[in-house]
């Protein structure tokens, strides 16, 4: 390889790895914590060799040690972005799970949640791994790579000029997340209120009735009918925010 074309080469892998490690540590799937750290770093440098060669660098490249650690630093938070943008629909999901478990009163058993590699309740290890399959089902994770390689054409290291304000985007997939974490555990929040209403009545003109215990038992039977009867419901939700995120981030890097 001749020596200009190396000094051109060595720049642009170097920003492209940066931002693709910092995709690696947030994106879904990829960023959880049971992914060993060195498939993350064989990954984005993989990656960001196969980006490398559509890298268009600026003209003046940065020449001081703060220049560079900026540039570095600015692709890092950008591919740190990319990943919690569509991770949001993730962690709603998982959210809503522990809502629901708490609800029907799973939260003493506990399990390994693939994610965060810490324990998580039953139910939102159930709904991470369903969203999990709908991502794969409808094409998530060919979109995503698609974009985050598209975004080195649009957005250029060291480029400083985006169409669409990066920050608003978070916030709007940061609401998306939130409301659909609250249509998925909606149905059941408003069973156990019910429940809690009957219970009620029952236990004032019937005090001789062991509420606690009568109680427990009937808030997770009627929660298991209720969670498997709005499975499908639940599948269409969360199929609309996988679909919106990601055009989302599309539209955002492409």
Do not use: C
């Amino acid at each position: 390889m001749p020596l200009e074309s190396l000094l051109s080469f060595v720049p642009a892998f170097v920003l492209a790895f940066f931002r693709m490690a910092g995709m690696m540590l947030s994106a879904p799937i990829l960023g959880g914590g049971r992914v060993p750290r060195r498939v993350k770093l064989l990954m984005a440098l993989v990656m960001a060799l196969a980006a490398t060669p559509m890298i268009r660098l600026p003209q003046g490249l940065p020449l001081s040690e703060w220049q560079l650690t900026a540039g570095i630093a600015g692709e890092m938070v950008f591919g740190l972005a990319i990943g919690v943008m569509l991770n949001l629909s993730f962690i709603a999901v998982n959210w809503a799970g522990d809502i629901i478990g708490q609800q029907m009163g799973l939260g003493i058993g506990q399990v390994l949640d693939p994610q965060s590699g810490q324990s998580g309740a039953v139910v939102g290890d159930l709904y991470f791994m369903f969203t999990l399959v709908l991502f794969l089902i409808i094409g998530g994770h060919r979109a995503f790579f698609a974009g985050v390689l598209g975004s080195f054409r649009t957005l250029p290291p060291l480029s400083l000029g985006m169409d669409t304000n990066l920050f608003d985007v978070v916030i709007r997939l940061l609401t998306s997340a939130t409301t659909m974490a609250m249509r998925l555990a909606g149905p059941i929040l408003v069973t156990m209120l019910v429940i809690d209403v009957v219970l009620g009545f029952l236990g004032r003109t019937m005090p001789q009735l062991n509420i606690l215990t009568a109680g427990l038992s009937l808030r997770t039977v009627v929660g298991m009918i209720v969670l498997v009867l709005t499975l499908a419901t639940a599948s269409d939700v969360i199929r609309e925010s996988l679909t919106s995120s990601l055009d989302e981030v599309r539209l955002t890097l492409l």
